[in-house]
């Protein structure tokens, strides 16, 4: 069983291009979430998706969006890129419920120059 | 709105040394507690959790215990090895989404 999977594992883009990153859920979760962990911090929460609507959403700016697919992926695209964007995205999928884990991918290592 | 607070810092210490990495948080309601561990190049592993005051977590040798009347869920290990070597992450969990601290860098020397 295949668990969380991220693509591309890096990415490197200049200020002001777009940028598109995706996620494939492990097998039976139908909610992802994304996070955004700056080099030396703790990962920061940007949103969530189930059933294809984002259920939640993090202190980030509309620059951010994202998508979830009928087969439960997604994709966080990011506009105009900021030097600042630089940082590992992670994906996490889990059920619907509340009370269950997030499982983790290996994160998607973006570098904006 | 939730948060959690970990100590300043990397360790470094000795294999078989005893480990202690604090955590703090605040939050409203009763949140559930957890410690992931990012190794080098992955993503972050779930490495122990509680989901009620007074709950222990454990894993691996590593232990938790939720500390209502202090809002603590320090880890600790009582002889740590080289593979131990990591970035440990205390977080929250609240409104089904994860509030995490900054991480402390774990080193432990031969």
């Known amino acids: 069983d295949a668990g969380v999977t991220q693509s591309p594992t890096h990415l490197i883009k200049t200020r002001g291009q777009q940028v598109t990153l995706r996620c494939s859920p492990k097998?039976?979760?139908?909610?992802v979430s994304w996070y955004q962990q700056a080099l030396g911090q703790g990962p920061q929460f940007i949103f969530q998706?189930?059933?294809?609507?984002?259920?939640q959403r993090g202190n980030f700016p509309d620059r951010f969006s994202g998508h979830q697919f009928p087969n439960y992926s997604s994709e966080l695209n990011v506009n105009a890129l900021l030097l600042g964007d630089s940082a590992l995205y992670l994906c996490?999928?889990?059920?619907?419920?509340?009370?269950?884990?997030?499982?983790f991918g290996p994160g998607t290592r973006l570098t904006v120059l | 709105g939730n948060s959690v607070t970990q100590m300043e810092g990397p360790v470094t210490l000795s294999e078989e040394a005893f480990l202690t990495i604090n955590c703090t948080y605040t939050a409203t309601g009763y949140p559930s507690l957890f410690w992931y561990v990012q190794y080098p190049g992955e993503g972050l592993q779930l490495l122990l959790k509680a989901t009620k005051a007074d709950d222990k977590g454990s894993n691996k040798g590593f232990e938790a215990t939720y500390r209502k009347e202090t809002t603590s869920f320090h880890l600790e290990k009582g002889s740590v090895q080289v593979s131990d070597s990591a970035v440990y992450f205390c977080?929250?969990?609240?409104?089904?989404?994860?509030?995490f601290g900054k991480g402390n860098q774990v080193v432990v020397i031969p």
């Open positions: 977080a929250l969990r609240g409104n089904n989404r994860l509030a």
């Open positions: 998706y189930y059933e294809e609507e984002e259920r």
């Open positions: 097998s039976g979760h139908d909610t």
């Open positions: 996490a999928s889990s059920t619907g419920t509340a009370y269950n884990e997030q499982f």
